[in-house]
């Protein structure tokens, strides 16, 4: 059964990013294992990858699970944080190093992030709404701009 029409409406509510934001490192390691095939949600039916950012003060790797869309050959992926005033770490660590691999599907590719500037914005915005319809009720929600990254593979 998939739910991804149910799980995209209910994605808008305050109750709902605060459970996301519990169960994202749940959602990571399950999707790590299974290399992209499962989510907490079950089948994965959302386009979702896993970003390793190095941490931009313990210089650690840090993983995050993130949807995205593509632009080309780059992964674009917004800085939500489900809602939150502040913006997520690994948008932070992106910006000190931008540096990082992207894993779709148990494959790694090394890439490097840039911000996305209006006109990228404008463009990739309904694209990333199509796949998550909660970014407007984020960005109201957390009065601050939302980031949108393009991670551009290095190869």
């Known amino acids: ?14 109750w709902f990013a605060w459970v996301g934001a519990r169960v994202s490192g749940i959602d990571r390691r399950i999707q ?3 290399s992209g095939r499962w989510s907490v949600l079950g089948r994965a039916h959302l386009p979702q990858l896993v970003l390793t950012t190095t941490g931009r003060r313990s210089g650690e790797p ?6 995205y869309v593509r632009d080309g050959s ?17 948008s932070l660590n992106l910006l000190a190093d931008p540096h990082a691999t992207v894993t779709v599907t ?12 209006e006109d ?3 463009r990739l915005m309904p694209q990333l709404r199509a796949v998550w319809p909660g970014y407007d ?10 980031r949108v990254f393009l991670l551009e593979p290095t190869d």
Not at 62 to 67: C, G, S, Y
Not at 74 to 90: D, I, L, M, T
Not at 106 to 117: I, N
């Open 62 to 67: 840090r993983e995050a699970a993130l949807l």
């Open 120 to 122: 990228e914005r404008s």
């Open 1 to 14: 059964m998939d739910l991804t029409p149910a799980v995209r409406r209910l994605g808008r509510t305050r």
């Open 74 to 90: 780059a992964w674009v992926v917004v800085g939500s944080n489900w809602g939150q005033q502040h913006h997520p770490a690994w």
């Open 32 to 34: 790590k294992r299974t």
């Open 106 to 117: 148990g494959q790694a590719t090394p890439v490097v992030a840039r911000l996305a500037d």
């Open 137 to 146: 009720e984020y960005a109201a929600r957390s009065g601050r701009d939302l």
